[in-house]
């Protein structure tokens, strides 16, 4: 048992953070945002081409870096920190995930080595619109259709759906509910009978879409695992997507923490710096405490989604740490955002302060994969039923 | 990072388990489970009993260095010995602050002598210690201490005359460290000392104070000259206060896992109430004690990385900081979850006249989680200060 950082862990850490420093600041995240496609080309290259870091948890076969899930949160946790506006997400948590978990060989061989290369962006589709986070979301259709299939349906909340480059969409068969019937596939975005369609959001710093299925045909070799027993693979990807979302949100918690601390320690009144008040710095106790209990909590979660990508541990345990962090975590990050505009007063409330940003980005990754109130239900279900 | 325990740490794990089913038997069965938060009044000489069959086995302090007469266990090994004591629901440990504060404060900072004198009989179990800090005019102000020690070069002997208060299972002790001021004339952190004080003599004087459950936990200690030898002070007279302050550092230590586990069997009782009396299809209910679940969880792997890693110059980490604020305030929580759950049972007593149920025991001691060790508002203070770098808060000073 070991819990802290290796030395090459630190220094990934010291990366990310100067990296980001420099090519995230307040107006790279102010004009990517404004766009539809929500980031900047240019940005994303550096990412994949200089840093590299859309290949960290890709094995090395399929030419990843072969690194490990903390070495990810690590990443993460300063990506949500510095608000970076980009397609990692979705390509590297979801695209590359599914296919680590559910991808053929030949599916691997060519997508992962795609998203390593030149940073081919992918996304997952599993979400209608019924707000739900688990298989009953799933309610796109899918049937055999010669050699191949036919897919049908509307997805909804689809992280940067309208941009990827690259589909991995899951339907069910017809008259089936709740775990049965889910299928996995893999898809050109530009197939023809699929319509994607920017949502406009309300954090504007990720961008999300719908998508139209208006009976598109796949090809057999699309299919990703067994055809209607996708299911708990896809659990899998979530679950590792959520921890992922987790360490993100631990980030954003630090820096409305960070923002506040220094705000107030230079705003005065009553002649003295409103720092010094008890009231405030006993709101900003409570802040840290919270930030660094999740912390905490994903570097845990972390180390276990790298023991289930290893196959040492159960894929309960998986959904259980998922879920500890996930619910710990956007409880953490949306108090501490409300918080930091308490803390900054009026200027809290303005559009010119970077604090809205996170208020929203607190709220969006909140509820993207499930609330802490779904979160702490499947726990719940764990312990009671 | 990471979470497995290596082979040789298992063989550990087998080894204490079975030493503890070996022996938790006979006479020591009732114990199971007792003496936890809100118990500890209860079979205080069959606990005793209990330390020194441990000692036997040599299971206590099995985190100090051997050296000293201790086991020289890993953290890992720690954190195991504690899950499984927690496991096997042996006892709450009479023997905690000899072992976890006496103990590791002589071996930092006390003499050859202290250490030849004193740490043997905790480690048998034989020599139970209590905490001699907080007074009437000196609680979240400890450095407002006015006991007063000076040395009587007649008698050679320390002479400590004024009043501890708060002071747990003074009545059971054997010994008592005593934070007093040494020189009179001195104020606030400076001109302190810390001593080592033998509690039977006729100059102590012990009065129980009755708790908010009902029974007496913790006493007043009257020193009227009461009196320790010239080698009983640890460290120089004047130096006191950076003695007591690295004490507190101990308490944030190894034990805190034994807590939990403590913690995990509480929780495990309210889960297994709910079940039996249908709280447990109570939404609001399931949102509860799914979150009780996540907090205990998430302190368990904010313990891990306090212990992990080691070396950080004696600054307290992050991690550090925050806990003793997070842990009590779960507590807390969890004794009024516990108190819900039960619905109108959760009133009724045991018995008469005031005999509570352990559930009752728990829900009304985890008020005390949040003033003990550091009131909630003294850790957000610390916290704001050392954690956040924010103004420090000004002491009024008294022109007389
Ligand atoms: C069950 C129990 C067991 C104990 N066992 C021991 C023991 O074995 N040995 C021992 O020495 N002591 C023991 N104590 C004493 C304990 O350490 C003190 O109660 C504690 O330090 C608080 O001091 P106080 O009770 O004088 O409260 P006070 O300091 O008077 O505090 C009263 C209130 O004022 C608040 N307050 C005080 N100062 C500040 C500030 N600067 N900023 C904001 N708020 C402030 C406090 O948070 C609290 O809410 C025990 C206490 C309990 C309840």
């Known amino acids: 048992m070991e819990f802290s950082f290796t030395d090459e862990q630190k220094m990934i850490q010291d990366t990310a953070q100067s990296f980001l420093a420099e090519l995230s600041t307040s107006n790279a995240i102010r004009s990517a945002m404004n766009t539809e496609q929500g980031f900047d080309n240019d940005t994303w290259q550096k990412i994949c081409s200089q840093m590299y870091w859309q290949a960290t948890h890709i094995p090395e076969e399929y030419g990843g870096m072969g690194l490990g899930y903390v070495e990810l949160a690590i990443m993460l946790e300063k990506m949500g920190q510095h608000l970076l506006c980009s397609p990692f997400l979705s390509t590297v948590c979801f695209g590359a995930n599914a296919l680590i978990v559910a991808g053929s060989e030949e599916q691997k061989q060519q997508y992962l080595s795609q998203i390593c290369e030149y940073g081919l962006t992918a996304t997952l589709a599993y979400t209608s619109s019924n707000g739900i986070w688990d298989a009953e979301a799933v309610q796109a259709v899918v049937k055999p259709q010669g050699d191949g299939y036919l897919l049908s349906g509307t997805y909804r909340y689809v992280l940067d759906g309208h941009t990827a480059d690259t589909l991995i969409v899951a339907a069910r068969s017809e008259k089936t509910q709740g775990d049965d019937g889910i299928s996995l596939f893999i898809v050109e975005a530009n197939t023809s009978g699929i319509k994607r369609t920017w949502l406009p959001t309300m954090d504007q710093t990720r961008k999300q879409a719908e998508i139209v299925f208006n009976e598109v045909e796949l090809k057999a070799t699309a299919l990703m695992g067994e055809y209607q027993r996708a299911w708990p693979a896809l659990k899998q990807i979530i679950d590792l997507a959520t921890i992922a979302i987790a360490a993100e949100q631990v980030g954003g918690a630090q820096k409305v923490l960070d923002l506040s601390v220094e705000y107030t320690k230079e705003r005065v009144q009553f002649g003295r710096s409103v720092a010094s008040f008890q009231a405030v710095k006993h709101q900003a106790a409570d802040m840290m405490m919270r930030t660094e209990v999740a912390r905490s909590a994903i570097y845990y979660a972390a180390c276990v989604a790298q023991e289930v990508l290893s196959n040492c541990v159960s894929l309960s345990e998986l959904s259980e740490a998922a879920s500890v962090a996930k619910a710990y975590c956007s409880d953490s990050y949306f108090k501490n955002a409300g918080d930091a505009i308490q803390l900054h007063g009026g200027v809290g409330f303005t559009w010119e302060y970077d604090v809205h940003l996170y208020f929203k980005r607190a709220k969006s990754s909140e509820v993207l994969l499930g609330n802490s109130a779904f979160h702490r239900e499947r726990v719940a279900k764990l312990l009671l039923d | ?319 550090a900081l925050i806990y003793k604020l997070f842990w009590a305030s779960w507590h807390r929580d969890l004794g009024e979850l516990a108190m819900d759950v039960l619905k109108a049972e959760a009133e009724i007593l045991e018995s008469a006249p005031y005999n509570l149920t352990r559930m009752q025991s728990m829900y009304l001691f985890v008020r005390s989680d949040t003033i003990y060790g550091g009131t909630n508002e003294i850790q957000r203070n610390i916290i704001a200060e050392r954690g956040l770098g924010m103004p420090k808060e000004q002491r009024l000073i008294k022109n007389s």
């Open chain 2, 1 to 319: 990072m990471k979470l497995s325990f290596s082979s040789e740490d298992e063989k550990f794990r087998a080894e204490i388990a079975q030493w503890l089913s070996d022996n938790l038997v006979g006479e020591f069965e009732q114990l199971k489970f007792r003496g936890g938060p809100g118990d500890e009044h209860m079979f205080p000489e069959e606990r005793k009993k209990w330390e020194q069959k441990l000692a036997q086995g040599g299971w206590t302090c099995v985190g100090w260095p051997t050296e000293y007469g201790g086991r020289g266990c890993s953290i890992e090994q720690q954190v195991i010995f504690n899950e499984e004591y927690a496991r096997a629901g042996a006892p709450g440990r009479m023997g905690h602050i000899g072992e976890g504060l006496t103990g590791p404060t002589l071996i930092a900072f006390g003499s050859e002598e202290q250490k030849q004198k004193y740490l043997p009989g905790i480690i048998a179990g034989n020599d139970l210690w209590c905490q001699g800090y907080s007074e009437p005019g000196a609680g979240s102000d400890l450095a407002n201490v006015s006991t007063k020690a000076h040395f009587d070069q007649e008698k050679g002997k320390w002479i400590i005359t004024g009043q501890k208060v708060w002071t747990s299972l003074a009545h059971e002790s054997d010994y008592i460290f005593v934070l007093a001021r040494t020189d009179p004339d001195s104020k606030a952190h400076k001109g302190l000392g810390f001593f080592l004080v033998k509690m039977d003599q006729p100059n102590i004087d012990v009065r129980g104070i009755k708790q908010i459950t009902g029974t007496c936990e913790f006493n007043e200690v009257f020193f009227d000259e009461a009196q320790c030898d010239a080698q009983d002070i640890v460290g120089e007279p004047g130096n006191g206060w950076a003695i007591a302050m690295g004490l507190l550092g101990f308490e944030r230590g190894v034990s805190t896992l034994g807590q939990q586990m403590q913690f995990q069997n509480e929780l495990n009782q309210i889960i297994t109430a709910a079940k039996a009396n249908g709280s447990h299809q109570d939404p609001v209910i399931r949102q509860r004690i799914a979150d009780a679940h996540i907090g205990l969880k998430i302190m368990r792997y904010n313990s891990m990385r306090m212990l992990s890693g080691g070396g950080n110059n004696g600054e307290l980490r992050q991690e």
